[in-house]
């Protein structure tokens, strides 16, 4: 190949990327804790030249430890540089190791920098006729820049030659050295000539030349007319050693002896093995899906002898004979376990119609059973009815054991069948969640990336994306067997891989069996027969809000004296701090002054402007979210069907989606009348029933401080007993504002606030926030005590638990970076009563279901669960039967050494019952 036809070489100044990414956001960290922000800024940046100029050479250069040749001419060079960080230390040789991995050549040389290297390699290959691209975010790189070398900043994708370099500089590459000795570096320690800085020096260099024509006639300075010119023949005649000096420190070396030259700098085949093993530490699992489709073999990822080391030797049948499915039943009844799975046509479980069902009886072996595919050309496939009629029995039979992934799912949709999925014993989302619920999302694709390094079949590769993507019955069966099957056969294997390890964790196990588990046949019973709506109402509301919507912006117009987009941030930007001079705050990420809520609420306190802007937002969110949508969503009988999930939160909690229970404001009075178009059935009301304070409740059981469990023993109001203790005043003589601060001061240290959040909260000094905390934990100890103990243990453990024994884990409770690790801290004290409440509803749930069970479905049903309080329709002439049981059964859920006090309300809607 003539050196023409030659792709640049490229030569990367790995030690300039590793220090810039670490330091840049967002700072992460596996789930072991492990930081890999900076291995994966500088893979990232890696890929990025390789995917743009797909060169043949290419070099990663990086400093050697210990001194180098600068050191020797001067003992300051870089002396003030402290000592690499430990969290990036322990990031280095993984990303070296993952450098080799991708097949490109790495150089670390002794007595030189990196950019010594660099310099020698890109004068050497510049003669041997290549063209030669540095990537650096290195200014000193600027000197090696010719008309064949150019400079890259991979981060901002600028791009430096000569002309480059004199725009951005003021002079070209042959006076850079010249510059930097003049200027010198504090970074690198380069001292340069006293009160010389960037104008001075290019004044100099530019009217008369390099720093050795300058020293040939010193005087010549002084007509160039810049200020402090005069002086200057005298500064430099003094400083004239320093300033060769520098230059020599300045200068990168160009004939550092190096064994690699630019022909040896080709790049290899890259190690898929190898890098799917590394991402998979890391938990980069976009690049190991990546890695794992272009065919690693050994998917080594977080394994052990327990799981298959090949996903290649597979048996997936497909079901098409009334004989095959007769045999794969029989094969069903045998297993002591088999993975289930349907396809439908949507992942609404309302609107879902069966496709198929997938079935594994043991890793590798599994089927797809399709019945519904109807595409121009599908094969005959058994008759759905037929098929249920059969697998019935099976499927309903509780000592028939099946393993599942979010098997809620499936029940809802085989219930619209006429079948009862009972035997549902294990659940692998519910099984990762438990086993550790902050270790990323735990879907089926991730999961078998994760523990079996494996890349699923994803649904897009074969249904396609956007408007025009199928549905399931619309996929060819040569494509949707495969997928099908994979979903149960990678189901049972995650469950191989993952039950173990539950099994090893007592606390954790319990939560998985006594709660997680019994609670999916409830929740789907729960979500599929949902809660009826008041349609006229909320398009009434929806009318109200558009109406006030449009006076608050004529409002908003009036204020800023122009018509304006209250929606757009540009716009906002211009009218609150360029026209009506409002201070600014805090700024976004591209530097820009941020209109954020927090920043508009700080400003509210002081501009009418900001204030309009807020209530304008918080209706329009109402009227977009519930008022306009709620209605969109009803089905057919005229209810509203959400769908809750079990593994989002890290606490346990329980969330909601389709529509969101969980979030619908209570504080204000619009968000209370969303509340009241959540309706009972004729004949029937709404009850209601919460716990009392239970975290504050949780947290004297956990402190056994003896005036929280005093308090609580007496039944006093919680609020009122702290604010007597804090501010010293007789039990019956506290004032409600007194009241207010110290419920501020109670659920404020329950959440890990601080004398800063709580002084903004109640409009207070920061000195008077912290003088409240510092009494609540002179009059409470006990709960001091327990703060500084869990902070202790998570710092030992990682984890702390709840009282059911669920384990939190806190991956950067011991970080080095001192916000995370406080963040982390609050976390800590937080997530056992947080968790401990989320553990205790669900109890209570499956305690309330065994009593429903008991009684007609049509007296009273379970219809919500949210935070810590379930709704109930309940028939009128029943209610008072069902409500004293009911709450008797949430109190039952948890012993605390203080009361556990479940509160009813009832009403025609759910405003009126809560």
Known sequence: MSASERKPLILVDGSSYLYRAFYAPPHLTNSKGEP???????????????????????????????????????????????????????????????????????????????????????????????EVLISTGDKDMAQLVTDKVTLVNTMTDTYLDPAGVKEKFGVGPELIIDLLAMMGDKVDNIPGLPGVGEKTALAMLQGIGSLEQIYQDVDAVVPLGFRGSKSMPKKLSENKELAFLSYKLATIKLDVALEEHPEDLKIGEPDNDALAKLYGEMEFRRWLSEVLDQGSVTSQIQQDDSTPASMQQTEHELILSESQLDSWIARLKEAPLFALDTETTSIDYMEAELVGLSFAVEAS???????????????????????????????????????????????????????????????????????????????????????????????????????????????????????????????????????PRLEALEGPLRVFRELEMPLVPIMSQMERHGVRLDCDKLHQQSSEIAAKLTQLESQAHEIAGEVFNLGSTKQLQTILFDKLNCPVIKKTPKGAPSTAEEVLQELALDYPLPKVILEHRSLAKLKNTYTDKLPQMVKGEGRVHTSYHQAVTATGRLSSSDPNLQNIP??????????????????????????????????????????????????????????????????????????????????????????????KQLGIPRYEAQAYIDTYFERYPGVLAYMDRTRAQAREDHYVETLMGRRLHLPEINARNKMRQQAAERTAINAPMQGTAADIIKKAMILVDEYLQQQESSEIRLLMQVHDELVFEVQEEKLAAHQKVLCELMEQAAELDVPLIAEAGSGCNWDEAH
């Open 36 to 130: 890999t922000g900076a291995v994966y800024g500088v893979v990232n940046m890696l890929r990025s030249l390789l995917r743009k100029h797909k060169p043949s050479h290419m070099a990663v250069v990086f400093d050697a430890k210990g001194k180098t040749f600068r050191d020797e001419l001067s003992a300051d060079y870089k002396a003030q540089r402290p000592p690499m960080p430990d969290d990036l230390r322990s990031q280095v040789k993984p990303l070296h190791a993952i450098i080799r991995a991708l097949g490109l050549p790495m150089i670390v040389h002794e007595g030189v920098e990196a950019d010594d290297v660099i310099g020698t390699l890109a004068v050497e290959a510049e003669k041997a006729g290549y």
């Open 666 to 759: 209570i504080r204000s009075e619009e968000g209370r009348r969303i509340r009241q178009a959540f309706i009972a059935e004729p004949g029937c009301c709404l009850l209601a029933i919460d716990y009392s304070q239970i975290e504050l409740r949780i947290m004297a059981h956990l402190s056994q401080d003896p005036g929280l469990l005093d308090a609580f023993a007496h039944g006093k109001d919680i609020h009122r007993a702290t604010a007597a203790e804090v501010f010293e005043v007789p039990f019956d003589e506290v004032t409600t504002e007194q009241r207010r601060r110290a419920k501020a001061v109670n659920f404020g240290l329950i959440y890990g606030m601080s004398a800063f959040g709580l002084a």
């Open 365 to 499: 072996k599994a089927a797809y059973l399709p019945v519904a595919h109807d595409y121009e050309g599908a094969p005959q496939q058994l008759d759905r009815e037929r098929v249920l009629a059969k697998l019935k029995p099976l499927l309903e039979d509780v000592d028939a054991k099946k393993v599942g992934q979010n098997l809620k799912y499936d029940m809802s949709v085989l219930a619209k069948y006429g079948i009862t999925l009972r035997g549902i014993a294990f659940d692998t989302m519910l099984e990762s969640y438990c086993f550790n619920s902050t270790a990323g999302k735990h879907n089926m694709d991730d999961l078998a990336l994760k523990y079996l390094g494996h890349k699923t079949i994803h649904f897009e590769e074969i249904a396609g994306k956007g408007a025009k993507q199928k549905t399931f019955n619309q996929i060819p069966l040569e494509q949707a067997a495969p997928y099908a099957a994979e979903d149960a056969d990678i189901t049972l294997r995650l469950h191989q891989h993952l039950m």
